[in-house]
């Protein structure tokens, strides 16, 4: 296969990835969040997600091809290490940011680390 063949594949093979997840977006949104469900939803856009990184990683990068490829699987698996951190660490954030605020919200303030609860009469 030649690289513009290659290209051009990826290119739209990325549009038709991109296209549907947005038409699943569409479909849940105009069937007011009953088919697909938000579980399916979430699933249907890993699955998407990770269709795109495949074919961003072989047809764009050409992973898999030429003489390196000890070296190219060593890349893939350091950079997939480096996505599980980001996004590990992005959900544990978000997790206790959501736990701190529904403490404060619940009727405590949140000061110096510790949430306080305060009573009206005081």
């Known amino acids: 296969m030649s690289t513009l063949t290659s290209y051009i594949t990826g290119y739209v093979l990325s ?3 991109t296209l549907a997840a947005v038409g699943m ?18 699933a249907g856009f890993i699955v998407l997600a990770i269709a795109q990184l495949l074919v961003q990683l072989f047809f764009f990068l050409h992973l898999g091809r030429g003489q390196n490829k000890h070296w190219s699987a060593a890349i893939l698996g350091f950079a997939l ?7 590990g660490g992005t959900l544990w954030i978000m997790s206790n940011l959501q736990n701190n ?14 949430v306080n609860v305060v ?4």
């Not at 290490?81 to 996004?87: D, H, Q, R, S």
Request: hydrophobic share 50%; glycine share 6%.
């Open 101 to 114: 605020m529904t403490n404060v919200l619940q009727g405590g303030t949140f000061i110096n680390g510790q």
């Open 81 to 87: 290490f480096v996505i599980a951190v980001v996004v």
């Open 119 to 122: 009573n009206e009469n005081d």
């Open 15 to 17: 549009i038709l990835l």
């Open 25 to 42: 977006l569409l479909e849940h949104i105009h069937t007011i969040h009953t088919f697909p469900a938000h579980t399916e939803l979430m």
